[in-house]
């Protein structure tokens, strides 16, 4: 993995509203404190990034991001920083905390014009969120089945270098020799 350049690497890409858990699910991730979790919204300033590799894909970088509804004075670059981000993204992973998922719909569409598969993530903490809602809506904007993971706790995130893994794999062009 220390030999594989990383322009050679499945780039993963973290995305959601401001304290919707994105740097929580890359700590989990990576089982390691990549990225600063605050209840504050806006913590996460710059695009984050670790190397790992994740079992049935190989050598990847995770990127977390700022929150795409970030409102602060300088949230417009870091809006920036994620579009460009977006340039090298195989792979996105959508978390979503709350039931009215326009903003996140937007970025999926954008996501789908740039041929960007996203793996859909519902993130659930002691919070009372209505997960039941939120899947609905999902299922119904975009045929995709949630993942249920806690980032917080990590419970359940050990599901998701599975679907990376499977998603990858299907987006693989088949060659016939």
């Known amino acids: ?101 326009t903003i996140e719909l937007e970025w999926v569409n954008r996501l789908e014009e740039q041929h960007i598969p996203v793996i859909h993530i519902i993130n659930v903490d002691e919070q009372a969120v209505p997960v039941g809602h939120i899947a609905e809506n999902i299922i119904q904007s975009t045929g995709s089945q949630p993942l249920l993971v806690n980032a917080k706790t990590g419970n359940h995130v050990e599901k998701l270098p599975n679907s990376i893994a499977d998603l990858k794999e299907k987006e693989q062009p088949v060659t016939i020799t």
């Not at 322009?7 to 990549?34: D, F, V, Y």
Request: net charge negative; hydrophobic share 40%; with cysteine.
């Open 1 to 101: 993995m220390i030999n594989v350049p990383q322009s050679e690497r499945t780039h993963i890409t973290i995305l959601g509203r401001c304290n919707s858990g994105k740097s929580s699910l890359i700590n989990a991730l990576t089982k390691q404190e990549m990225a600063i979790v605050s209840e504050i919204a806006g913590t996460t300033t710059d695009p984050v990034s670790k190397n790992m590799e994740i079992p049935g894909l190989g050598p990847c970088v995770l990127i977390d991001t700022a929150g795409f509804d970030d409102t602060s004075n300088l949230g417009k670059e870091r809006l920036n920083k994620t579009f460009n981000v977006l340039a090298k993204t195989d792979i996105a992973i959508m978390v979503y905390r709350d039931a009215d998922i």
